[in-house]
């Protein structure tokens, strides 16, 4: 029999955690002896695993959904969230190569096209940035960005500046930088002292790049969970 306390030392956590993943239902039921002590399998120890692995790059939040579909047998549905997880941190490494490029080339008008010199609509920027509209709106709310309006018609007037602003506050914040140190980095921005926004910047960038690992490791342990699963299956059915 696999004691819990034997696969709590191995992944360095409390029983109590293990308790709490299968009181959330997100690990098989678990049986328990003659003796009321849970008797805990090899897929159970996967489940583990696969669990503090994905938690590291995706969270919990993602991780307990995913862990739910494999109990139900949504294999596909389970994957495809675990990619779109991927492609959401793909959009955040984008948008923080762009803020960079405005930084150190000082491009405020990457995103404009050619000739172009009127402001643009939060729709515009937010189709060329991929940063929802709402995000923007809230940012100014919090007074975080200061957008003129258009004087004949009203509408919000986003200048190259905002746009370059927006980058920053999405990349610092997807980076999890405080909300006094977007302000600061803003601030110096504007008074054309970027070196510190570059080195943020850059570091968010590594933040980035170090999550993509983490997710990477936490797919590979689906992976491994998923064989073992399908081993266990295949080796059920020939029994049977």
Same mark, same amino acid.
């Given at each position: %029999?696999?004691?819990?306390?034997?696969?709590?030392?191995?992944?360095?956590?409390? +029983? +109590?955690?293990?308790?709490?993943?299968?009181?959330w &239902?997100?690990?098989?039921?678990? =049986?328990?002896?003659? *003796?009321? !002590?849970?008797? !805990?399998?090899?897929?159970?120890?996967? !489940?583990?695993?696969?669990?503090?692995? #994905?938690?590291?790059?995706?969270? #919990?939040?993602? +991780?307990?959904e995913?862990m739910?579909?494999?109990?139900?047998?949504?294999?596909?549905e389970?994957?495809?969230?675990?990619?779109?997880?991927?492609?959401?941190?793909?959009?955040?490494?984008?948008?923080?190569?762009?803020?960079?490029?405005?930084? =150190?080339?000082?491009?405020?008008?990457?995103?404009?096209?050619?000739?172009?010199?009127?402001? %643009? /609509?939060?729709?515009?920027?937010?189709? @060329?940035? +991929?940063?929802?509209?709402?995000?923007?709106?809230?940012?100014?709310? %919090?007074?975080?960005?200061?957008?003129?309006?258009?004087?004949?018609?009203?509408?919000?007037?986003l200048?190259?500046?905002?746009v370059?602003?927006?980058?920053?506050?999405?990349?610092?914040?997807?980076?999890?930088?405080?909300?006094?140190?977007?302000?600061?980095?803003?601030k =110096?921005?504007?008074?054309?002292?970027? &070196?510190?926004?570059?080195?943020?910047? @850059?570091? /968010? #960038?590594?933040?980035?790049?170090?999550? *993509?690992?983490?997710?990477?490791?936490?797919?590979?342990?689906? !992976?491994?969970?998923?064989?073992?699963? &399908?081993?266990?299956?295949?080796?059920?059915?020939?029994?049977?």
């Open positions: %029999m696999i004691r819990p306390i034997d696969i709590a030392r191995k992944l360095k956590i409390s +029983t +109590t955690a293990l308790r709490h993943y299968e009181s &239902e997100i690990i098989p039921p678990v =049986e328990r002896g003659a *003796n009321g !002590y849970r008797i !805990y399998s090899e897929v159970h120890i996967g !489940y583990f695993e696969c669990i503090r692995a #994905m938690n590291e790059g995706f969270g #919990m939040s993602l +991780t307990r995913v739910k579909k494999l109990i139900k047998g949504e294999i596909d389970a994957l495809w969230a675990i990619n779109n997880a991927q492609a959401a941190l793909h959009r955040d490494k984008t948008i923080a190569d762009k803020t960079i490029r405005a930084l =150190e080339l000082n491009e405020i008008d990457l995103l404009q096209g050619a000739g172009k010199r009127k402001g %643009m /609509s939060i729709g515009e920027v937010s189709r @060329k940035t +991929t940063i929802p509209s709402s995000a923007i709106r809230h940012w100014e709310k %919090m007074g975080l960005l200061v957008i003129e309006r258009n004087q004949e018609n009203g509408y919000r007037s200048s190259p500046a905002n370059r602003q927006i980058l920053i506050i999405r990349t610092f914040k997807t980076a999890v930088w405080s909300l006094e140190i977007i302000q600061q980095v803003l =110096e921005v504007d008074d054309n002292k970027v &070196e510190n926004a570059i080195k943020i910047a @850059k570091e /968010s #960038m590594q933040f980035l790049n170090q999550l *993509n690992k983490s997710q990477l490791r936490g797919a590979h342990y689906l !992976y491994e969970l998923l064989q073992l699963i &399908e081993r266990k299956e295949e080796a059920a059915g020939a029994d049977s």
